[in-house]
């Protein structure tokens, strides 16, 4: 199967089928194995849950998220659970996703009260603390940081996600379709993270010309201007490295602002934490990731040109302050690449 990076990266999928292949090569490039190991949600559990979305929402699954069910469902070979801190085949509470999902829809709190009223649902809950807000079912919970994400009917894209955050209802801007990609794509940089030779980030290393493949991680503070709501002087800076370095923004990169948005879509003090920026170089294979977490961000570039690499980590830590230790360098010995891997695309 041969890999072109600039048209996974760069290239929206053109139907379901081929988002789903796109997923499918990005975690197969260094662990093919990795596909064998997914497995889909039960048939009857899936007919079930579109059952109860149909009866209390009056729509159907969205395509994308029924088709993750289909295909990884009850095993996803931690792709997306890993990143939402829920091991599928751990849950005590349900059987895999589509039951789980059902499970939060259907959740009842029974005995639960809120200001003397007798709360029944999560949704009701959702209702009391944030009034008059949107319509929109649960697909996944996370109890301790109460943050629910899931889909609403009357979202103009099928697979729009909604986020409550402490219960206040929040739009991320994003996709589960571009969400289960960066999840995939991040799994891509920890393996070369991961596995890759550990370099030393100092002059003589990036004069030595192209090095097959290399992952360099760091975390940098970042300057107070920059944690303003909605992050517009960071959004500009990114705006001048894209004209500066011919980066292109990747299909599944999320929006310049960082930030959550309100039911009036103003940016909100929240942060996704899903954020990200992610940008691409045609020529060079490179990809850059900054995601922000106030008042730091955390910058993966993962390329196969040591000087490219070297000058935009530059132009970052020029407008940053380096956090101590926080480097992680490493690359790629050829015999470690699959030889069917194709970094340049020109």
Not at 334 to 339: A, F, H, K, N, S
């Amino acid at each position: 199967m041969k890999c072109d990076l600039r048209t996974l990266f760069t290239c929206p999928p053109g139907s379901i089928v081929e988002w789903f292949r796109k997923v499918e090569q990005c975690i197969s490039i260094f662990e093919p194995e990795r596909i064998q190991n997914l497995r889909p949600a039960p048939a009857e559990d899936i007919q079930a849950l579109e059952q109860l979305v149909k009866e209390k929402y009056g729509c159907s699954l969205p395509p994308s998220y029924k088709l993750y069910l289909q295909k990884m469902g009850e095993a996803d070979s931690n792709i997306l659970s890993r990143r939402m801190g829920c091991d599928l085949k751990d849950c005590q509470s349900f059987r895999n996703m589509a039951d789980g999902t059902k499970y939060w829809i259907d959740f009842t709190f029974r005995t639960f009260t809120f200001r003397g009223e007798i709360i029944e649902t999560i949704e009701e809950v959702v209702a009391h603390r944030t009034p008059g807000h949107p319509p929109f079912w649960i697909f996944f919970y996370e109890a301790l940081a109460e943050l629910t994400y899931g889909f609403s009917p009357a979202a103009d894209g099928p697979d729009e996600l909604m986020m409550t955050v402490g219960w206040r209802f929040c739009y991320p801007h994003d996709t589960f379709s571009k969400l289960l990609f960066f999840c995939a794509y991040c799994d891509l940089r920890r393996w070369v993270l991961t596995n890759g030779r550990a370099m030393e980030y100092k002059a003589d290393t990036f004069s030595a010309g192209p090095s097959c493949l290399h992952a360099l991680l760091f975390h940098a503070d970042c300057p107070p201007e920059w944690t303003v709501i909605g992050q517009a002087p960071l959004a500009a800076f990114l705006r001048e490295l894209e004209e500066k370095y011919s980066l292109e923004p990747c299909w599944f990169s999320g929006r310049k602002e960082f930030c959550l948005y309100d039911m009036e879509n103003r940016p909100t003090e929240e942060l996704y934490p899903f954020n990200r920026y992610v940008a691409f170089h045609a020529d060079f294979g490179l990809t850059i990731c900054i995601e922000y977490y106030e008042p730091e961000i955390q910058v993966v570039i993962f390329s196969e040109d040591l000087s490219l690499t070297k000058q935009i980590s530059d132009a970052i830590l020029e407008q940053t302050r380096l956090e101590e230790d926080s480097i992680n360098f490493r690359q790629l010995d050829w015999e470690q690449v699959p030889g069917w891997l194709t970094f340049d695309s020109r």
